[in-house]
């Protein structure tokens, strides 16, 4: 052993050397240079030995082209192929050469202790195509005494890797050397072959993860690490007590093959108290809201009715309505399993959504009983279609015996406005159909006044509802963690914190190695490629590729047929580890999870109840964890600080307004005219008062006994694809596969994300692995890709200016000439994508690349408000930033909507400040004018009404942010005041005191200057410059 030793000092203090130059690879070929008995077989041993320090892996050699090569230029096939042999156990940190001594030549060594290099580096500013492409260049120290700490670092670490393999060896009485032990356990990479990850057979992992986990012995685990640095924050482990189950009697015979169905497929054998009081109401006739918590058991409360009602009578229909693909596949799922234990067709219960082949939809719609669907296919292509003289959903409504709507916590704000005039109209056309019978089903975990929410949403009576809210399901310990992202440099907090990303990577790689079945939720898409692609990458660097097969991400965008496989594979219990968006947060029962991770605090304590409700469902009632990751964000920090209010938390209150929201209600109005004739006396039941001043917008028909509305003619036959429920309706780009001739979609892209996804030279994720993005057609609406092993990835660089275009009305705050102007009108959203930088995996800028991709432009309605000059001055006075002040006070503003306008978070955009641009050290001709400014983020170009109202009210909005800012105990912002989940730059350019002086002047207030902190301000990001490797 001592010659493997030597061999592997020689190799360390080279390629600790080499990460230290820009253009010299630690290649195994460059690295044989240090020794000359040196194999590939040393390398494996050192692999193996040092499993989580040392990547020893085939790459694809064109990613480090670097400036030497165009990154357009990828190749497809050919022997491109390196063996790279790289420690991937920390870093050496740079510092600037002008704070060095000079270095003689003499000292230029390549031995342990006395290794010195210098680096060039690029500094690129960061500018825009309309700005001179300036390059500042700072040359770069490697301290002689760090990188000699590091290597010695590495030859302890061997020697400690050697001890552990003596005693390994001898307890289990190995007779060899310790080198013949390595021989016959190490293995020499093979050079890669691309797989699709879609046609893994995967049954091997089914009995994975399925034995119950002890969850303290884990977060023991976890915490013992090296990786460990006390990222549990104080107070953030906190334990929800478990629950022992209570059960109920109906009052009366329920259906005994429906009973022993449940018994068969779910072991149900008693009910609890909340399933028996809701099946009790429903007997009576009423309608139900159940509000209990995740796992408890609501599904049975709705299938067992459904199925009775299958069984007493061959004409009965029920229609399930749900707000994700995801969830409407689990519920299907589930109770096709029980109808066919009943002995009923497997064509009884169906899905009709986006993905339903056109030519199966004639078929669902006339012989389906069951009919799974969300609201976006009841606007569009359910309701309009009941006239009598056609093909139609006529007799299914008629026979309508059952609506349920699932998660109705969902419905909130504008979507929930729109939800609730579609639900409206369903209960209109029952009614002129003759269907009195139809009863309203309603579930959700979190929510506040259910029945109120309910009433609302469905325009029932509070009469005619009953509440179920006294759960009586069992559950196990529920473990939950606040796990704080280390800062970037330990000892100073404006360094930064690490990205949730390598967190989230190290935890599920533990939880997966140890069989344990964890979700991982992330709050973009990208984030959930990042940690699929990191996770499968550590796998491997481990040695253990075998277990990449075992985790798959889940988000939007993917095929509809590759949702179906992994969906699948989910319910089927194949997967242990789960990598997705909110999409997977509503109700799923993905299976017998024990973990949750939550990278980065959701958009609300609601998402994050619900995501945590994913683990925890066993039926055995074992216990759960439930890890959340805190980012650097102010949001995300507030909770850091005060982790119990995860918990304690109320959820947020739920607003619509089917009835006085004028813009979205005539809208519906159109499309229910479509459906029947508007008829005033009977209408105004379902549409309310205004309906009288919408009739007006009708075209009217006059009999003898009464008058009839019909849409008006500047709407198409079917007046509902004229009127979009979730925002302006997007055209999709098709993202071809185009490896070895495919052509196969592998994904549906918005053509609002386009720009900052499909650029041409850039990397697209798709899975965890890189594709090379070749085309992008305007025209074809098609972007093609081809497969490349790389491991640097791209991010765009871009800009978004929201400006007004022209005022429709203006008006001065109270204050008079010293305060703010309002003004009210058409605005205009231009996002830029102008280059990308193409990044290593540890997130280095290795070369900048400019594009020419056409803005993408959304003209909606806003409002605006001027800061008076003076404003600026005090701001100035006091060295606060005013970028973030302007961008605090817009945020305030936006907190403060909800009490006058219903509005969700995102449902009014602003213009939010990235530090990379307003803290670049370089001048830009991009000035943005000091105003704060609002826009309706759907809707079109008429928006949504959302900011005329605001405009509205907007002098009791700014005096109340104005009290709630200056009320809040905090110094720099919270989201209790000037910080939110909303922000599309994670809040990092925020100025609590500068908000403080804009809002008050704007209203005239008295400013206590004693309470407004002097600048700069601490938890401003520092100015840097861009290094390019």
């Known amino acids: 052993m001592d010659q493997l030793f030597n061999v592997f000092k020689s190799v360390n203090t080279l390629a600790t050397f080499m990460r230290c130059r820009k253009h010299v690879l630690p290649t195994v070929k460059n ?14 041993m050192f692999k193996y030995l040092l499993p989580d320090d040392i990547s020893y892996v085939w790459v694809d050699s064109q990613q480090y082209s670097g400036d030497q090569r ?3 230029d990828i190749e497809e096939d050919g022997d491109n192929w390196i063996l790279m042999f790289d420690f991937i156990d920390g870093d050496l940190k740079p510092q600037p050469a002008s704070k060095k001594r000079k270095v003689e030549e003499k000292e230029w060594i390549a031995v342990e202790d006395r290794v010195k290099v210098e680096l060039d580096e690029t500094v690129l500013n960061l500018t825009n195509p309309r700005e001179n492409n300036k390059r500042d260049k700072q040359t770069w120290n490697f301290s002689v005494e760090d990188m000699g700490k590091l290597a010695a670092k590495r030859n302890a670490k061997f020697k400690d890797a050697v001890e552990f393999l003596r005693s390994k060896m001898k307890s289990l009485d190995y007779q060899g050397t310790e080198v013949e032990y390595l021989r016959e356990k190490i293995e020499i990479p093979q050079i890669p072959t691309f797989v699709d990850v879609m046609n893994v057979d995967r049954k091997k992992a089914t009995n994975q993860g399925q034995a119950m986990v002890d969850v303290t012995q884990l977060i023991t685990d976890i915490t013992t690490k090296e990786s460990y640095s006390g990222q549990i924050v104080d107070n953030g482990y906190m334990i929800i007590p478990e629950e022992e189950a209570r059960y109920g009697e109906l009052e009366y015979e329920p259906n005994k093959e429906v009973m022993a169905a449940f018994e068969l497929t779910k072991g149900v054998t008693k009910l609890f108290t909340h399933q028996a009081d809701a099946l009790n109401a429903l007997y009576r006739g009423q309608n139900v809201v159940v509000c209990t918590p995740t796992s408890s058991g609501k599904s049975l409360i709705y299938q067992t009715p459904v199925l009775e009602s299958l069984l007493n009578n061959d004409s009965s229909r029920a229609l399930f309505i749900f707000p994700t693909k995801a969830l409407a596949q689990d519920q299907k799922r589930s109770l096709t399993e029980l109808s066919l234990a009943l002995g009923l067709d497997y064509g009884t219960v169906e899905t009709f959504d986006g993905d339903t082949p056109f030519e199966k939809r004639c078929e669902i719609r006339d012989r389906a009983r069951v009919v799974f669907t969300n609201p976006d296919m009841m606007h569009v292509s359910i309701l309009p279609k009941l006239d009598a003289d056609r093909s139609s959903w006529r007799q299914f409504i008629q026979n309508l015996r059952y609506v349920v709507v699932d998660e109705i916590h969902y419905y909130n704000s504008l979507f929930g406005t729109h939800v609730s005039l579609i639900l409206r109209r369903l209960r209109r056309v029952c009614k002129l159909l003759g269907n009195n019978v139809v009863q309203f089903i309603s579930c959700s975990a979190t929510i506040n006044s259910p029945l109120t929410h309910m009433s609302n949403l469905f325009g029932l009576d509070e009469g005619s509802i009953t509440l179920v809210d006294s759960p009586g399901g069992a559950h196990g310990l529920k473990h939950f963690l606040a796990w704080n992202t280390p800062y970037i440099s330990p000892t100073d907090p404006r360094s930064g914190r690490v990205s949730v990303v390598g967190e989230a990577i190290s935890l599920l790689a533990h939880m997966v190695k140890e069989n344990v079945r964890t979700i991982v939720f992330c709050r973009v898409r990208v984030i959930c490629e990042q940690i699929i692609k990191g996770v499968r990458q550590k796998f491997v660097d481990e040695g253990r590729p075998d277990l990449s097969n075992l985790v798959m991400s889940y988000r939007g965008g993917y095929s509809p047929q590759d949702r179906r496989k ?7 219990g194949c997967l242990v580890g789960i990598v997705a968006t909110n999409a997977l947060e509503l109700g799923i029962d993905i299976g017998q999870l024990d973990v949750c991770i939550v990278a980065g605090f959701p958009m609300t304590v609601s998402n994050l109840r619900q995501q945590s409700g994913r683990a925890g469902r066993r039926k055995d009632g074992s216990d759960s964890l439930t890890i959340v990751i805190g980012s650097g964000d102010p949001v995300d920090q507030f909770y850091m600080k005060n982790p119990d209010k995860m918990l304690t938390e109320p959820t947020e209150a739920l607003t619509i307004e089917p009835l006085t929201n004028l813009l979205l209600l005539e809208s519906h109005i159109q499309c229910a005219a479509s459906e029947f004739p508007i008829e005033l006396t009977h209408d105004v039941e379902f549409f309310g008062p205004l309906l009288h001043t919408v009739k007006d917008k009708l075209i009217e028909d006059k009999t003898d006994e009464t008058t009839f509305y019909h849409t008006s003619s ?21 993202v071809v596969d185009i490896t070895h001739n495919k052509g196969h979609i592998i994904e549906l892209l ?3 994300r386009v720009p900052f996804s499909l650029y041409e030279g850039g990397i697209f ?24 092993n790389v491991d640097w990835y791209t991010r765009q660089r ?17 204050y008079g000439n010293g305060g703010g102007k309002v003004s009210f009108g058409n605005i205009r959203i231009t996002t830029t994508v102008f280059g990308f930088f193409k990044l290593d995996k540890r997130d280095r800028i290795l070369e900048a690349v400019e594009v020419d991709h056409p803005s993408f432009v959304i003209n909606t309605k806003g409002f605006w408000i001027d800061i008076p000059q003076s404003t600026m001055k005090l701001i100035e006075a006091k060295k606060l930033s005013l970028a973030g002040a302007i961008h605090a006070a817009e945020h305030a503003l936006i907190n403060f ?4 306008v219903v509005c969700g978070p995102g449902d009014v955009r602003t213009e939010c400040k990235a530090p990379e641009k307003e803290f670049a050290k370089r001048q830009s001709t991009r000035r943005r004018p000091s105003r704060l400014i609002f826009g309706d983020k759907v809707g079109g170009e008429g928006g949504s009404g959302l900011s005329q109202k605001a405009f509205q009210f907007v002098e009791e909005i700014v005096n109340n942010a104005v009290d709630g800012v200056n009320d809040c105990e905090c110094d720099w912002g919270c989201h209790s005041c000037v910080a939110g989940a909303f922000c599309t730059e994670n809040g990092l350019v925020l100025s609590k005191p500068g908000a403080q002086i804009i809002l008050s002047k704007l209203v005239g207030r008295d400013i206590d200057w004693t309470k407004v902190k002097e600048g700069p301000e601490p938890n401003m990001p520092i100015a840097e410059t861009i290094t390019i490797e």
């Not at 079917?718 to 997007?730: F, L, Q, Y």
């Not at 871009?798 to 275009?805: A, E, H, Q, S």
């Open 566 to 572: 992994i969906e699948q594979d989910m319910f089927a």
């Open 70 to 72: 165009d990154v357009f």
């Open 897 to 900: 909507f909800p009490r006058y």
């Open 714 to 734: 500047r709407f198409s036959d079917n007046p509902a694809k004229d009127v979009s429920i979730r925002g302006i309706e997007e055209n999709h780009y098709a």
């Open 31 to 44: 690295l044989k240079c240090a020794h000359k008995d040196i194999t590939d077989e040393h390398f494996a």
């Open 750 to 752: 918005e053509e609002s």
């Open 765 to 788: 994720m798709h899975q965890g692995f890189p594709y090379l993005v070749v085309d992008v057609s305007v025209e074809e609406r098609m972007g093609k890709v081809r497969r490349v």
């Open 798 to 814: 871009d800009f978004t200016d929201v400006d007004p275009v022209q005022s429709e009305e203006v008006k001065q705050l109270s």
